[in-house]
């Protein structure tokens, strides 16, 4: 077990090593000036050469990027080009944020969309089953953006429900938090749903209705559990994704995320900022990977790692 | 300057208003001294770029880092230079190079230490040394010894790097000649050469008072713990979510600032401040976005508190006069007679003025009776013949991407020049992409860009943009690439010149001559329109700062203060 985690671990630190990489060369290779984005568009060709000298800009790329793994190894990752807050604080600042609207979303997709995935694949190809369908159909293809914008319009801006934007208290994560959930709700509905249709085939719950136990045992007490195990890989990975930065949603309701910090990176070339953003968010979907691989023989007892 | 759509923004937040003291009911009078206190609630797109004088450089940063810090000089409402910190205008000597300036007594940084003539020496010692990677040193690089100065604090950089060592100041020269004290109260700054436009940098925010210690005790994080004379000083910053000003209360001037405070929303685009605002959750809204801009100027509860005021901007289309076929000034004249401009400021609702010439109306020195272009297309169509493309000629046309506006612009002009038979292309780039791709040599033939100005100057647009003895090959300002040996000489001469009036008079034959020659369609200077709620009061636009907050109140005796979230 330890040996394969360690594994698990190699592996993961190549993967980040791999990510810095390509992005270090993606940043550099835009036709755009870093120090140029430093000293604003009226800065004299002189300036622009001081600058450069001092920011270090004037280094090959291959010294840059050694720099760059050197500091990063000692946990620092620079110094944003524009404000010139560390990477590394920008980044703790702004995870609550992301953390909480994340947390608010994935707890809408398990709470509802497991419930309505039970209840849909017992209630099997009745009308409720298939307009439930449609509707996730629906809320799969819902753009965040504009889900998020509709919403907002609505139910701040029209209705005065909620605030508009920005993040104050937690009624701020009301409004967000639904736009993540809905979005993602009907996909997890589906998923319970055909796992939940396969599992309840099987003989063990042929026999627990036949020994007269009551429906709701049988669905939720015997089948749910083996229904979950792929929907918990799938919740994991996706919890990473999120915790990455919710890109749209914090963008449309102005939560100071992990997301938004990392759009306002891309939209104002910050070098260090792009490059330290991109490397959070394969870090969290690395360690997703390797906490599931870890806890999935411990949840399915059928899964034996390596010796078998 | 950055330009405002660049980074464009709303303003205002969600702070709560102090309960301070009450006014007697009924509606003040503007200016009447007895309102005061409350809190701005403003947004801001992103972060500003930093609180520090001597990094901050763009439209956003400018009137916040000027709630902390202050520089000699100021602007009155206009563009006219008034006394800041300096007790008055500085005596200038007979040969133009020697500036020296009185301190008012008795301002007090917000650390409690008072401001002495030697906070300048170092403040502007600390904008001209590389370390501080200041983007404004240029401006300060005419101050005597200036150059040997920062070749001297390179050079110390280079060696801390071989010894890997902290940096310190061993090469000589280790000061600027040209900075001193000559007692407490007196600074004098000597130039290499005579400049006028000196008094202008002075009253930027590069030359604010820093006080030594607050950099020593933060080094680089000065930038989110400001100590300065201003208004306000800074209690919180949450980066990404909000700033928080409260009033300073050792500012020297009395009964200033009105404001019990500043809080500052950080985050969300401009329909999202839009909504705010008319939710009431901000005060006061910097720029209407497009979108709702018809609406809210039809909107009679909306139109009496909109504010608007031309921005010393000058969009323009440049020519390359070194690439065909703008190498022929029939073809660049053609361009200007053939590009319908009143048309194009129809495009953008009419947020705009047409542009004669180079410079703004609100720059001193500005000509109304340039000579200019008509929109005159069969005049285009005998010029371009004349130049021998009777036929017309394809060309692409580069335009940024990131705001609508620029393409909007971008799409009248091709059809307008399609009239003659030019076929211009498109090319849309990122911001960053075109600010490189111009400042190329040879590089791109005509693309769409602008200026604003730094200090409301001629020679900021004349000599920064269409000197051809400073064209470089690349990151050259000259985006035209435009040489003319007359207007170069004319254009030295100007820089010399240390009595106003003639300098004046210089500038605008450079200026018409800059005309003649038509390295550039001279577009449009845009207007600025900003929004703010009924009980917000005494507020105005400025030309050289757009806002200043230092004036302002909340009148809460208003009737709408009471439908407030």
């Known amino acids: 077990m330890t040996r394969q985690i360690a594994l698990r671990l190699g592996w993961g630190a190549l993967t980040l090593l791999g990510t810095s990489v390509i992005v270090f060369l993606l940043v550099h290779v835009v036709p755009a000036d870093p120090v140029r984005t430093y000293a604003g568009p009226q800065a004299d060709k002189e300036t622009l050469d001081r600058l450069r000298h001092e920011l270090r800009l004037d280094d090959p790329l291959w010294m840059q990027y050694g720099r760059f793994v050197g500091r990063a190894l000692r946990g620092d990752l620079g110094q ?37 995935g039970v209840v849909t694949a017992r209630y099997r190809d009745t009308p409720f089953d298939r307009t439930v369908l449609v509707l996730s159909m629906v809320s799969i293809s819902l753009p965040t953006f504009w889900l998020g914008r509709i919403l907002q319009f609505e139910l701040a801006y029209r209705g005065g429900h909620f605030p508009v934007a920005g993040l104050v208290s937690w009624r701020h994560l009301i409004l967000p938090s639904v736009t993540l959930g809905i979005v993602g709700v009907g996909y997890y509905a589906r998923l319970v749903h055909s796992n939940m249709i396969e599992v309840l085939t099987q003989d063990y719950i042929r026999a627990a209705r036949a020994r007269g136990l009551p429906e709701a045992l049988v669905l939720f007490k015997h089948a749910l559990p083996n229904a979950l195990i792929p929907v918990i890989t799938v919740l994991g990975r996706d919890a990473a994704a999120l915790l990455g930065g919710v890109v749209f949603t914090e963008t449309v309701f102005a939560l100071p995320g992990v997301g938004s910090l990392a759009v306002q990176a891309v939209l104002s070339m910050d070098v260090p900022m792009i490059v330290g953003t991109t490397l959070f968010a394969a870090a969290m979907v690395v360690a997703a990977n390797v906490i599931v691989d870890v806890l999935y023989p411990l949840i399915d007892p059928r899964i034996k790692t390596g010796r078998q | 300057m950055r330009s405002g759509a660049a980074l464009s923004l709303g303003l205002a937040v969600l702070a709560l208003v102090a309960p301070g003291c009450r006014r007697p009911s009924g509606p003040a009078a503007a200016g009447s001294d007895s309102g005061r206190g409350g809190v701005l609630r403003l947004a801001v797109q992103t972060d500003i770029q930093s609180l520090d004088p001597a990094i901050a450089y763009d439209t956003f940063s400018w009137p916040l880092v000027r709630l902390v810090y202050q520089s000699l000089l100021d602007y009155d409402e206009g563009t006219t230079l008034v006394p800041g910190l300096a007790e008055r205008l500085p005596s200038i000597s007979a040969d133009g190079r020697a500036y020296t300036f009185r301190l008012r007594r008795g ?26 990677r200041s983007p404004g040193e240029g401006f300060f690089r005419n101050t005597r010894g200036a150059r040997a100065f920062q070749e001297a604090r390179q050079k110390d950089g280079d060696l801390a790097r071989e010894r890997g060592v902290t940096r310190e100041r061993w090469t000589s020269p280790t000061r600027v000649v040209g900075l001193q004290e000559i007692d407490r109260y007196t600074l004098r700054v000597e130039l290499e050469a005579p400049d006028l436009t000196f008094l202008n940098i002075m009253a930027m925010p590069f030359a604010s008072a820093v006080p030594r210690e607050a950099v020593a005790a933060y080094g680089d994080q000065l930038y989110c713990h400001p100590v300065g004379t201003g208004p306000f000083t800074l209690k919180e910053w949450r980066r990404g979510t909000r700033m928080r000003f409260r009033r300073n209360a050792r500012y020297y001037v009395r009964g200033q600032p009105r404001l019990d405070g500043v809080a500052v929303m950080v985050g969300g685009d401009s329909v999202v401040h839009q909504m705010m605002f008319e939710r009431g959750e901000l005060d006061l809204e910097w720029e209407i976005p497009l979108p709702d801009f018809v609406r809210i100027m039809g909107d009679p509860k909306w139109k009496p508190l909109v504010d608007s005021e031309l921005i010393a901007r000058t969009a323009y289309l440049a020519l390359n006069c070194e690439l065909k076929p703008f190498t022929d000034v029939r073809v660049r004249r053609a361009m200007n007679y053939a590009i319908n401009k009143e048309r194009v400021l129809q495009i953008i609702n009419g947020r705009g003025v047409v ?48 705001t609508g506006q620029e393409v909007r612009i971008a799409e009248a002009i091709q059809q307008d020049l399609a009239e003659v038979g030019i076929k211009a292309d498109l090319k849309t780039v990122a911001f960053a992409t075109l600010i490189d791709a111009m400042g190329r040599r040879k590089n791109v033939q005509l693309g769409l860009f602008g200026w604003s100005q730094d200090y409301p100057d001629p020679s900021n647009f004349l000599d920064v943009l269409l000197r051809g003895d400073r064209i470089v090959e690349v990151n050259c300002n000259n985006a035209a690439f435009y040489s003319n040996p007359q207007v170069d000489d004319l254009l030295r001469r100007a820089a010399r ?62 009737a709408a203060w009471r439908r407030r979230p």
């Open chain 1, 80 to 116: 944003s080009l524009i404000t010139r807050q560390p990477v590394i604080e920008a980044l703790r600042t702004r995870f609550p944020a992301t953390l909480a609207v994340s947390l608010g979303g994935l707890a809408i997709w398990v709470l509802a969309g497991i419930p309505i």
């Open chain 2, 355 to 402: 542009a004669r010439g180079v410079l703004p109306p609100t720059m001193p020195g500005y000509d109304p009776h340039l000579r200019t272009y008509s929109y005159d297309p069969a005049r285009a169509k005998q010029l371009l013949a004349e130049a021998g493309y009777r036929g017309g000629f394809a060309v692409p046309l580069w335009v940024r991407a990131d």
């Open chain 2, 107 to 132: 301002v007090r940084f917000s650390n409690g230490r008072e401001l002495v003539a030697r906070d300048f020496v170092y403040s502007i010692e600390r904008v001209l040394d590389p370390q501080t």
């Open chain 2, 497 to 558: 010149d240390t009595d106003a009036k003639r300098r004046l008079g210089i500038y605008q034959q450079v200026e018409q001559t800059v005309v003649d020659d038509a390295p550039w369609v001279f577009l449009l200077h845009p207007l600025h329109f900003t929004l703010h709620q009924p009980w917000l009061r005494d507020h105005r636009l400025h030309p050289v700062w757009s806002e200043r907050y230092e004036g302002l109140w909340l009148d809460r005796s208003d």
